[in-house]
């Protein structure tokens, strides 16, 4: 008998850079035990050319991937979450929709690296970065299992 995936869906803003690698790492450390998602409460529309880079840098696949409102999720026809993580302090502090099925809350906080400045290679190598944080912790949520999400941060 194979395992439900447990659904999680990770929250930014802008739902461009950090979200969206927590979904792809979620999704492939995994291993068809979760299915995460990823939205913004206020997206930019697409997801940033340097998360792109690093992802594909780091094997992931970058199909599908797109920048999206966190309002897709709160439909009636949306997925269950099971857990939904904030990645950012401006979306742990935001309003959010009502989540059908009352899934667990917890924020894991990075710094944006959207916000770096200087030549693309700096501002790669803070994306860099932050895809590092975001994968030592969601290897930790992985291995820890989404019940235990409060003691990864």
Known sequence: MTE???????LCTGNSARSVMAET????????????????SHPTGAVNPLTI???REKG?????LRSKSWD??????????????????????????????????VH?????????EGTHDQRLGEFR?????????MRKLVELGLDR?????
């Not at 992931?60 to 599908?64: D, E, I, M, P, Q």
């Not at 269950?80 to 904030?86: A, G, N, S, Y």
């Not at 932050?130 to 994968?135: A, D, R, T, V, W």
Request: include cysteine.
């Open 129 to 137: 970065r932050i895809y590092g944080l975001i994968e030592a912790k």
């Open 4 to 10: 439900t995936p447990r659904n999680v869906l990770v």
């Open 25 to 40: 790492l979620l999704n492939d450390l995994g291993r068809g035990r979760v299915r995460a998602f990823s939205a913004g």
């Open 72 to 105: 897709e999720f709160a439909l009636p026809d949306a997925p269950r979450m099971d857990l939904v993580i904030t990645v950012c302090d401006n979306a742990a502090g935001e309003v959010c929709p009502v989540w059908p099925g009352g899934p667990a809350k």
């Open 60 to 64: 992931h696949s970058v199909a599908g």
């Open 149 to 153: 999400a409060g003691e990864v941060r």
């Open 53 to 55: 880079e690093v992802l």
């Open 108 to 116: 894991i906080g990075f710094p944006d690296p959207a916000a770096a």
